[in-house]
């Protein structure tokens, strides 16, 4: 069974900001937690808006949290990490690229950013 941990636990592991929820937040993630790419876009959501993170750190900082957790594909979270810390794109379009490249899957989109970096 999977451990599967939502965007609270990861923020309070990551900013250490809650004495009490650290050390179970920090527990939780060494024992192997599971990350969904859903929170993480929630984690980037609230680090990027609520707590001003610059992307490329915060980029930075995310994929050092992919490479300590279980997720189903670490290499497309990477990517589209890496993909927005080096763009403007939205993190859900980052993630989107990174499907189309890693699993081929196929990506239909109005957004223009978007599709000139599927081609």
């Given at each position: 069974m999977r451990t599967l941990v939502d965007a609270n636990v990861v923020l309070r592991y990551?900013?250490?900001d809650?004495?009490?929820q650290f050390p179970v937040a920090e527990q939780t993630i060494r024992n192997g937690a599971y990350l969904l790419p859903e929170v993480l876009a929630e984690i980037v959501y609230v680090l990027l808006g609520v707590y001003s993170v610059p992307r490329e750190e915060l980029a930075?900082?995310?994929q050092l949290l992919v490479s300590e957790v279980q997720s189903e594909h670490p290499?497309?979270?990477e990517t589209a990490l890496s993909t927005f810390g080096a763009t403007k794109l939205d993190f859900v379009?980052?993630?989107l690229a990174a499907y189309n490249k890693h699993i081929g899957d196929r990506v239909v989109?109005?957004?223009r950013k978007l599709n000139k970096l599927l081609q």
């Open positions: 990551m900013l250490h809650d004495e009490a930075s900082r995310l290499e497309i979270l379009d980052c993630l989109s109005f957004d």
